[in-house]
């Protein structure tokens, strides 16, 4: 059984391309190329040189031996928080850049929530000299003023999602109603494994280069390739999907995804999409969705605004109804006590979106053989408004 | 015989007009369905309102949102129109999204919409390829005819196909763009118009999005069986309100 996508753009029962006519022309095209243009040895060379020289890669993996002696096992965390731009979303952005640029396009769309993946949007753009617009809720723009001045510093323009509920799902319909009207010149930037067939596997394989270097990094530090565990947070899932993607098919490696349950998975307040969701179509994709009995699409919360995503990636729809992957949901609290954990015991402030992550090492048992990776997917710079909050700092 | 396909053997120009259902008030519905066909409109898209609507300008999304607001449901929308059939006798057809239509169970839907005398569905994010392979047998069980949309971008290739799959009419969307964004049409769509005028498919084609009065109305049906008005409909509603339906549709001719 394989867990990847297979020809029609499906993770089993999960996938495919759900979408208006309008955006059949670009989409299809973008399916029939993405393979190949991936594929070409100069566009390989590019991208591994931008990963290398401007992104920083290979990201550290770093054995952290505090948390290793109190948990009583060997953890190690992949450092996608040192990336450029403080987070895992850039691999994309860069490949989705020059895919765009190979394909003749000359004006670059974007969603994003908290922001992250806009200004890592902002950040190619400007990179390559191409126009930029960024969609974003008019209630995210609010919270998260600092990314919205980052992209306006960087040369895009931040449009403000006014629709609906005014934050990610809004953001996303109002890129998708901008690619509609701008079909010819435009490419859309998706920043998660999300939306319609190719989409959810050109970003999980944009993103696989976090597993690749797993590998090679766990087989010189360790002697061997696959860790025992590997943990990482999932809000649409691309940060989980670069770091699952190479262990997708090899059963000895146990994948644990975690979603934010917010104020508690019961509470009406929270993100854990496995546990609340159902099957249904969201932003061209059918998987499980946050929706009300009637099927209208319905609002999560929670602390971290890069998790409050009413769906999941198809992917992460189909490890979770095969049980591949567990998944585990760890509330705001949890997360925000294992910010301030992992910044005092490693010195290092994690994105609350990867704190969930960290408090995986309280829910379960691991033995002291076992190697326990630990996507750290961003840093906490974005979120210290958040932290000086909570914790009245 | 479909009642859509009976109407389009009629000798005359399709005035089509598109309305959420729910909006402006809950139980608007069955009043401005009546009021339509006494006005001397050939056929109506009753909106089922989403929470998402992609492909929707900020008129149909306002009024999707105001209609859900009001309390409007896929089962109070069945509930609405259970004696439809009683009064009204123009075409009727469903038009929303995909995953409504998914939670009430798809075979669930189709009889729903048979038992009260729907004729037909537009579902924008339900590809025709999947509706091909998944659906088709299911909505032909149910007589009911799933209308596709095609826009300036598609292929001829994929317009046959979409021609080989449809038994009603081919919505043809009028220029690349959501809902309610147009104001008049220019050579560009002349042109397309004409091409797929030039194709001689075997349904005939009805033109939307962009359509909002008498002008453009008449642009469009000179190369194509009729037209759809949607967004230009609803201002109108929200800015004179039910009672000044057959005003608004005299105006178009």
């Given at each position: 059984m394989s867990y990847n996508v297979n020809e029609k753009g499906y993770y089993g029962e999960f996938g495919g391309a759900y979408i208006p006519e309008m955006l059949y022309p670009n989409v299809e095209e973008l399916r029939q190329n993405y393979l190949k243009i991936t594929a070409e040895p100069s566009f390989q060379a590019e991208f591994d040189a931008l990963l290398k020289d401007y992104v920083g890669r290979p990201t550290p993996l770093y054995f952290a031996e505090r948390l290793s002696a109190k948990y009583n096992t060997?953890?190690?965390?992949?450092?996608?928080?040192?990336?450029?731009?403080?987070?895992?979303k850039v691999n994309n952005t860069i490949g989705q850049i020059l895919l765009a640029k190979r394909l003749g396009k000359t004006r670059i769309i974007a969603e994003t929530g908290a922001g992250q993946h806009g200004v890592a949007t902002a950040t190619v753009c400007a990179l390559m000299g191409l126009e930029c617009i960024v969609y974003m809720g008019e209630i995210d723009i609010k919270r998260q003023a600092p990314n919205v001045a980052r992209m306006k510093m960087l040369g895009a323009e931040v449009r403000a999602a006014l629709s609906g509920s005014k934050t990610l799902k809004d953001a996303t319909n109002e890129a998708?109603?901008?690619?509609?009207?701008?079909?010819?010149?435009?490419?859309?930037?998706?920043?998660?494994?999300?939306?319609?067939?190719?989409y959810p596997d050109m970003v999980a394989r944009f993103q696989s280069v976090i597993s690749k270097e797993i590998k090679e990094q766990l087989l010189e530090k360790e002697g061997r390739e696959n860790p025992d565990f590997l943990i990482a947070c999932v809000g649409g899932g691309s940060n989980a999907a670069g770091a699952y993607y190479h262990f997708l098919d090899d059963e000895s490696v146990n994948i644990i995804a975690v979603e934010a349950a917010g104020l508690g998975v019961d509470s009406g307040e929270s993100a854990a999409t496995s546990a609340l969701g159902k099957i249904g179509v969201i932003h061209g994709s059918k998987t499980?969705?946050?929706?009300?009995?009637?099927?209208?699409?319905?609002?999560?919360?929670?602390?971290?605004?890069?998790?409050?995503?009413?769906?999941?990636?198809?992917?992460?729809?189909?490890?979770?109804?095969?049980?591949?992957?567990?998944?585990?949901?760890?509330?705001?609290d949890q997360a925000m006590q294992w910010g301030l954990k992992l910044s005092q015991m490693e010195g290092l402030i994690p994105a609350i979106e990867s704190a969930h992550a960290f408090a995986v090492l309280d829910e379960k048992q691991f033995k002291p053989t076992d190697i326990v990776v630990i996507n750290l997917s961003g840093r906490g710079d974005k979120d210290l408004n958040?932290?000086?909050?909570?914790?009245k700092l | 015989m479909?009642?859509?396909?009976?109407?389009?053997?009629?000798?005359?120009?399709?005035?089509?007009?598109?309305?959420?259902?729910?909006?402006?008030?809950?139980?608007?519905?069955?009043?401005?369905?009546?009021?339509?066909e006494k006005s001397g409109v050939d056929m109506i898209e009753i909106g089922l309102p989403f929470s998402?609507?992609?492909?929707?300008?900020?008129?149909?999304?306002?009024?999707?949102?105001?209609?859900?607001?009001?309390?409007?449901?896929?089962?109070?929308?069945?509930?609405?129109?259970?004696?439809?059939?009683?009064?009204?006798?123009?075409?009727?057809?469903?038009m929303g999204y995909f995953n409504p239509m998914l939670q009430y169970g798809i075979e669930n839907f189709c009889k729903k919409c048979a038992e009260i005398g729907i004729d037909g569905l537009i579902i924008p994010d339900l590809p025709v390829d999947v509706y091909a392979d998944e659906y088709k047998a299911t909505f032909e069980k149910y007589g009911l005819k799933n209308i596709f949309l095609i826009t300036p971008q598609t292929s001829d290739e994929r317009i046959r196909f979409i021609d080989s799959v449809s038994d009603g009419f081919i919505y043809m969307v009028s220029s690349a763009s959501v809902t309610g964004s147009q104001s008049g049409f220019g050579s560009t769509q002349e042109d397309y118009f004409k091409r797929i005028a030039d194709m001689n498919l075997k349904n005939p084609?009805?033109?939307?999005?962009?359509?909002?009065?008498?002008?453009?109305?008449?642009?469009?049906?000179?190369?194509?069986?009729?037209?759809?008005?949607g967004s230009a409909f609803i201002t109108n509603l929200t800015e004179n309100g039910v009672e000044s339906i057959g005003e608004f549709v005299n105006a178009i001719r």
């Open positions: 060997k953890i190690y965390l992949k450092r996608e928080d040192l990336c450029h731009t403080g987070a895992h998708i109603r901008d690619w509609i009207n701008n079909p010819v010149d435009t490419y859309y930037i998706i920043g998660s494994v999300v939306g319609p067939h190719p499980l969705l946050m929706q009300s009995p009637d099927g209208q699409i319905t609002e999560p919360y929670s602390i971290s605004a890069g998790l409050d995503y009413p769906g999941v990636g198809p992917m992460h729809a189909n490890l979770f109804a095969t049980g591949r992957a567990e998944f585990i949901s760890i509330t705001d958040t932290y000086i909050d909570y914790f | 479909n009642r859509i396909n009976q109407k389009l053997q009629e000798n005359k120009k399709i005035l089509s007009i598109y309305f959420s259902a729910g909006y402006p008030s809950l139980n608007d519905t069955v009043q401005i369905i009546q009021d339509l998402d609507p992609l492909a929707d300008g900020p008129t149909i999304q306002e009024s999707s949102t105001q209609a859900l607001h009001n309390g409007m449901t896929t089962q109070v929308l069945f509930d609405q129109l259970a004696a439809i059939r009683k009064t009204v006798s123009i075409p009727l057809v469903i084609q009805i033109i939307g999005f962009g359509i909002s009065n008498k002008e453009t109305f008449n642009q469009a049906t000179q190369f194509a069986k009729g037209a759809i008005i």
